[in-house]
T-cell receptor, first 116, second 112 residues
């Protein structure tokens, strides 16, 4: 059974800092990995998708890396801003022997607060 | 392009009533997924459907819950005889293939 863990559970930083969010998963036979942000009481916004054959993806100030063999991914946020405050979720799809590559398994999330 | 649409956004039911949650995927998407977020818990997969087919329902409770994605119209998640423990946010996502999933705003179900 796939399990996803995110560290830290919460993070508070001053504006302008660069920061790293960590995600680990127990079964390396994934199809892809997705990072999302969720604002309070809202839905999920997809930030980055990394296919299992890829090492990293970049979008603006965000960079996500994937080390499938060690079961780890990191999300790097450069020059953080108060508008980045949200819960960040990591999710992996697929599992060894499974046929449902679409099923996402989520971590518990990292609550990020960026203060001015 | 409209994103994934869910309605209603908020739904209040009394114990024993039925709840119907609707999801319209993004244009061109034929894969629909339902997830549930219980208070103070993470998002959990419930069911994965393609048009007229249930592909994976491994996360669905065995009783009272059902889902469909007909040839025409939105996907429906149906909860019969709701109990207080069903109170949660229910999210629908869609994708074009086994790829990036896009989520709707969710339906927040409250059972009194």
């Amino acid at each position: 059974k796939q399990e996803v863990t995110q560290i830290p559970a919460a993070l508070s930083v001053p504006e302008g800092e660069n920061l790293v969010l960590n995600c680990s998963f127990t079964d390396s036979a994934i199809y892809n990995l997705q990072w999302f942000r969720q604002d309070p009481g809202k839905g999920l916004t997809s930030l980055l998708l990394i296919q299992s054959s890829q090492r990293e993806q970049t979008s603006g100030r965000l960079n996500a890396s994937l080390d499938k063999s060690s079961g780890r991914s990191t999300l790097y946020i450069a020059a953080s801003q108060p508008g980045d405050s949200a819960t960040y979720l990591c999710a992996v799809s697929g599992s060894a022997g499974g046929t449902s590559y679409g099923k996402l398994t989520f971590g518990q999330g990292t609550i990020l607060t960026v203060h001015p | 392009n409209a994103g994934v649409m869910q309605n209603p956004r908020h739904l209040v039911r009394r114990r024993g009533q039925e709840a119907r949650l609707r999801c319209s995927p993004m244009k061109g998407h034929s894969h629909v997924y339902w997830y549930r977020q219980l208070p103070e818990e993470g998002l959990k997969f419930m069911v994965y459907l393609q048009k007229e087919n249930i592909i994976d329902e491994s996360g669905m409770p065995k009783e009272r819950f059902s889902a469909e994605f007909p040839k025409e119209g939105p996907s429906i998640l149906r909860i019969q005889q709701v109990v207080r423990g069903d109170s949660a946010a229910y999210f629908c996502a869609s994708s074009s293939t086994f790829n990036e999933q896009f989520f709707g705003p969710g339906t927040r179900l409250t059972v009194l």
